[in-house]
């Protein structure tokens, strides 16, 4: 690399790290993803910082131990710093980051060393820049890896872009901010994942998609699909719109649903009850088969026939679901959305059982039957779409024999 090029990389020393300010500081999660193996970064003509003796590059043991709540978490694909202390988030940051040809490098660091007031040294000249306005590591540096850190800097325009020789670089009211809440010692992790999921403190899932500014990250559907599962909404959102959400890649939120834990007469169902629009959606042949119930789907009319009603019913994702209050209905069951936000519901206990199906004893609890081969519903509830109807005529003439 000639000597001209470095220098003017040395110059742009200011561009540490950046990231696109789209995450919304509500969602305090996002997904975690694991970090992606990238290919390892160029070597680039990374600027010193002189550090006063005042500041020691290792910190002490007390130190240590005191930051060990704390943790910086920055996803290079979305260009955002998040604080953690525990398993909060209580800061987050646009920043700027490392360009394409020199970029920021994904692994597991520490913050080694803070200084106010840096000293910038060009690489090349060795000529030293006072702290000022000036200077491009603005008024705060916290190196985290060699001549790697996380500064401030002289141009804010900056910020959000691929756009540093590897450094981190934050607005300096952000920088400032991130240093009086970070102390030596703490855990800086950085990735590279496309896909965030962030999970509010109500339940409400959203995802963005970010585009692939490094070229490290195809995506597909089917990824997108997965990551949504770990949260349990990936019913609720269709393959072609992940495909077109996958085209934008423009980074902004879009949301899919609250997802509660389904809980039915205290045991966890393997999918989640989802509240979306104002109502809330429960997994039809998973709530039937915890309860060994019948349940008849007639795909060409949209209706759930169960135990006690036939209701309307929605597939998603090859997936059919019924509104909650319909289920409550249909099954015989009572309960809601608790305190902790979860979706227990109960069997309602009942001294007259509902007619029997043919060939079984008057009296036999129907929510004690198997489902029905018209379901054949596995644990996944995945239901096989079939237009067999029950002749409800019939049942009623013989729950009135039954009577008489």
Not at 127 to 138: A, H, K, R, V, W
Not at 243 to 259: L, R
Not at 274 to 287: E, T
Not at 301 to 309: C, Q, R, S
């Amino acid at each position: 690399m000639n000597r001209r090029k470095r220098s003017l990389f040395a110059r742009r020393r200011s561009f540490l790290i950046a990231a696109l300010a789209a995450l919304t500081v509500g969602t305090a999660v996002a997904a975690t993803p694991a970090a992606t193996v990238a290919p390892a970064a160029k070597a680039a003509p990374v600027a010193s910082v002189s550090i006063h003796a005042d500041n020691p590059a290792t910190a002490p043991a007390t130190v240590r131990k005191q930051s060990q709540e704390k943790k910086i978490v920055l996803n290079l694909a979305s260009r955002m710093l998040t604080l953690y202390e525990g398993k909060v988030k209580i800061r987050m940051y646009p920043v700027g980051v490392g360009k394409y040809a020199t970029p920021t490098p994904i692994g597991y660091y520490s913050v080694q060393v803070k200084e106010v007031n840096p000293t910038w040294i060009d690489p090349d000249s060795r000529t030293e820049i006072e702290s000022g306005p000036t200077n491009p590591l603005g008024y705060r540096w916290m190196g985290i890896h060699g001549n790697y850190g996380i500064h401030g800097t002289n141009r804010p325009e900056s910020i959000g872009g691929y756009v540093s020789n590897g450094c981190i670089r934050l607005l300096e009211k952000d920088i400032e901010d991130l240093y009086d809440h970070t102390p030596v010692g703490t855990p800086v992790e950085i990735f590279y994942d496309r896909i965030v999921i962030d999970s509010a403190p109500d339940h409400t899932v959203s995802y963005y998609i970010y585009p692939d500014g490094y070229e490290r990250q195809p995506l597909e559907v089917e990824a997108v699909k997965k990551a949504l599962a770990g949260y349990g909404v990936d019913n609720f959102e269709s393959a072609e719109a992940i495909q077109a959400k996958i085209a934008a890649s423009d980074g902004k939120p879009t949301y899919v649903a609250k997802a509660y834990d389904l809980l039915v007469n205290g045991r966890k169902l393997p999918l989640r009850a989802l509240g979306k629009n104002g109502k809330v959606y429960l997994p039809a042949v998973a709530v039937a088969t915890a309860l060994r119930a019948n349940l008849t789907w007639n795909a060409a009319e949209k209706m759930l026939t169960g135990p006690y009603a036939a209701v309307p019913g929605s597939v998603h994702s090859d997936v059919v679901y019924v509104e909650a209050a319909d289920a409550k209905c249909m099954f015989h069951l009572d309960g809601g959305l608790t305190p902790e936000l979860t979706y227990s519901l109960m069997s309602i206990k009942e001294a007259v059982s509902p007619a029997p199906a043919a060939g079984q004893e008057a009296g036999k609890v129907r929510d004690k039957m198997p489902v029905k081969e018209t379901v054949k519903a596995p644990v996944n509830d995945t239901v096989k779409e079939k237009t067999k109807r029950i002749d409800l005529k019939e049942k009623i003439q013989q729950k009135g024999a039954e009577k008489a």
